[in-house]
């Protein structure tokens, strides 16, 4: 199994953050996208913005992470009704480390679009990658991931009986 790198990035409001501090004890979904400009990544935002209720009570993290500067991360979450992290790596500090880099965007130079289901101590349980959108993991692929994570996380997952 991959541990994923505990990165450190500015969230939204320019406030440096730890990703194990963002994932604190709990699964998370870590998602790294091109930009607010692409609109494969407004779509597949819409489908994570359904599912934010439901990972907030059933105690599950969202990060996104892009190249945007905070500020215009801020402003794409706000629109777009999101209420969990996006961490900027404006100043590119990751991309290569990670291997993330989209090489067919030049112009842009933003990261290639992947979601990985992580356990709380940032182990990988999935990985999907979304450069064609059809890669990208279903609200019902995401649901199975994340049970999954959380039984094997989570000892009270079979209550024992009276």
Not at 56 to 73: I, K, L, N, Q
Not at 96 to 106: A, F, H
């Amino acid at each position: 199994m991959t541990t994923f790198p505990d990165i450190a990035l500015p969230d939204h409001n320019g406030i440096p953050r730890q990703l194990s501090q963002l994932v604190g004890g709990d699964p998370c979904v870590l998602q790294f996208y091109r930009g607010f400009w692409c609109p494969k990544e407004q779509a597949f935002f819409r489908a994570l913005v359904q599912l934010q209720e439901r990972a907030e009570v059933a105690y599950t993290s969202f990060v996104s992470v892009s190249v945007d500067e905070p500020r215009v991360a801020a402003a794409f979450r706000a629109g777009i009704g999101a209420r969990w992290t996006f961490l900027s790596d404006h100043e590119r500090n990751w991309i290569e480390r990670l291997g993330l880099r989209e090489s067919t965007d030049t112009k842009n130079d933003p990261y290639r679009p992947v979601v990985y289901v992580l356990r709380p101590d940032l182990t990988v349980h999935s990985e999907y990658n979304g450069y064609w959108y059809w890669g990208r993991p279903t609200l019902d692929e995401l649901h199975r991931d994340l049970r999954a994570v959380t039984m094997e996380v989570r000892p009270d997952w079979t209550p024992s009986a009276p």
